[in-house]
């Protein structure tokens, strides 16, 4: 007589997750079968092409080839480096790559290898810079194996992910993991990016980040690292914005943007508190530039944008949105809250200016203070003309110079730096050290304080908590 023997419920688990997990492999395999055709390796050719002793000749000035202990490594041929090499997939049969334009920028020659080892050169290249988004046009037309793309605002955090490059020339490596954030902004991206923890390593920018369905999502952009070594931290483009910028890269030759001239920061509702704003969500302008098309439209610095065409500005909404998705000579109304009165300001957009970027000054100044306000760890000293043109501030910068910041305070950490002038607390416009002594002086030191920054840079805005230590207002000489 045969005996029924119970499964332990521990081994039906385990069964359980051995079956799920194998159905996973099925689907990033078939990914990856499906998508593999379509994706390419991206040789950009810099300068003269040399082999590694010969460069090292060369730059050492040396009648003979360097030595060094890794000499026999350094001997064989290498046509390029790991910066000259990248990924990227093809999005037109006709022969149309989308890449980083961090990867062919610049370059003398540009050639692709697709799956199957064929070699094919640049045509054209054209890149985007400021998306770091470009196309690279190649000199066939045959039929090649496009990528399928989805739309990538359907996305949620914890989907899973496939990445499909050519990480260390490694030609089409496959990984997999999860999306960390779908709109995380970093400060070297215009739009927000893809956060993901598939690995992404020198040579995968312009890979493909995918979903289970086999459809490219992103395009990857690079990783957070401070070793150098991928991190777990991997960002990735849009496909959405980079299937824009394609396009209009593919008819145009060029990204055509909006342009209003003003500078805003979301504002949380601690900030809100301490400028006594009646909202607790909206964008705070903290810099309109001059003959901008905001600055004849009448916004100020200060203003708190509350509504962009009758959308309510909240917590989740996306300053990008003010730009995106929209062209030159097209007008917007913006709700501005100011002085506690709801404004109404129509706006038309423009085409950029073209100007030369803030050139960044190698001045820190560290030197006597007029005027210390120690619960901040702020030394202050006056604004003069001669101290303006050092600094390469705007001509019109006003208020308190900083010129030391103590360490360990909130405002070192923050990254408020000597050589910044500090334009407004709170909700008050700050002309000269007198006046910040005023204004602070009345100030609850249990809150926290914002201030508006200027810098060689730019405007910025923080938040700054003090170090409960009273002010004590002496200077030194």
């Known amino acids: 007589m045969s005996t029924l023997v119970a499964v332990e419920p521990k081994t039906r688990d385990r069964t359980t997750e051995i079956l799920s997990a194998n159905s996973l492999s099925s689907v990033v395999r078939q990914v990856a079968d499906d998508v593999s ?123 899973w992910v496939v990445s499909l490059a050519s990480p260390y020339d490694l030609q089409r490596s496959v990984s997999a993991g999860i999306i960390s954030s779908t709109r995380r902004w970093v400060a070297s991206s215009p739009h927000p990016l893809i956060q993901n923890d598939a690995a992404t390593n020198p040579g995968s920018s312009g890979g493909t980040l995918l979903n289970l369905r086999g459809e490219v999502i992103g395009i990857i952009e690079g990783a957070f690292t401070t070793s150098g070594e991928f991190q777990g931290i991997g960002f990735a483009t849009p496909i959405n914005i980079a299937r824009n910028i394609a396009e209009q890269l593919q008819t145009k030759g060029y990204v055509e943007r909006g342009y209003f001239g003003f500078e805003t920061q979301p504002l ?126 705007p001509a019109v910068a006003h208020g308190a110079l900083i010129t030391q910041v103590a360490l360990n305070s909130d405002a070192y950490r923050e990254g408020v730096a000597a050589g910044m002038a500090i334009a407004r607390v709170n909700d008050t416009t700050i002309h000269d050290v007198d006046e910040y002594r005023e204004v602070t002086s009345k100030l609850d030191r249990e809150k926290p304080v914002l201030l508006l920054l200027q810098s060689n840079q730019g405007k910025h805005l923080v938040m700054l908590h003090t170090s409960r230590k009273e002010n004590d207002g002496k200077g030194k000489n």
């Open 268 to 393: 949380t509702p601690e900030m809100a508190s301490l400028i006594d704003s009646s909202v607790n969500a909206g964008l705070y302008v903290k810099d309109v530039q001059r003959n901008s098309p905001a600055n004849h439209a009448g916004l100020r610095e200060g203003d708190v944008i509350t509504k962009f065409d009758g959308k309510p500005i909240n917590q989740s909404f996306d300053p990008a949105t003010l730009t995106a998705d929209t062209e030159p000579g097209k007008s917007h109304i913006m709700s501005v809250l100011r002085e506690h009165k709801v404004v109404e300001i129509e706006m038309r957009m423009q085409q950029p200016p073209r100007e030369v970027g803030p050139i960044q000054s190698e001045m820190s100044p560290n030197g006597p203070f007029e005027y210390l306000d120690s619960s901040l760890g702020l030394g202050l000293s006056r604004l003069n003309t001669s101290i303006i043109n050092e600094l390469e501030l």
């Open 37 to 159: 055709p379509s994706i390419v390796t991206v040789y950009a050719l810099r300068g003269p092409r040399m082999t590694a002793p010969m460069r090292w000749r060369e730059e050492a000035k040396l009648p003979q080839p360097f030595h060094s202990p890794n000499h026999q490594h350094a001997a064989s041929f290498n046509s390029h480096s790991a910066d000259d090499q990248g990924s990227g997939v093809i999005i037109d049969r006709r022969g149309c790559v989308l890449t980083c334009s961090h990867v062919v920028e610049n370059a003398d020659a540009v050639f692709v290898r697709t799956a199957d080892g064929r070699k094919f050169h640049a045509e054209a290249v054209i890149c985007d810079p400021q998306s770091d988004i470009a196309i690279i046009k190649l000199e066939i037309a045959e039929n090649l194996p496009e990528a399928k793309l989805a739309d990538s605002d359907d996305l949620s955090v914890g989907d």
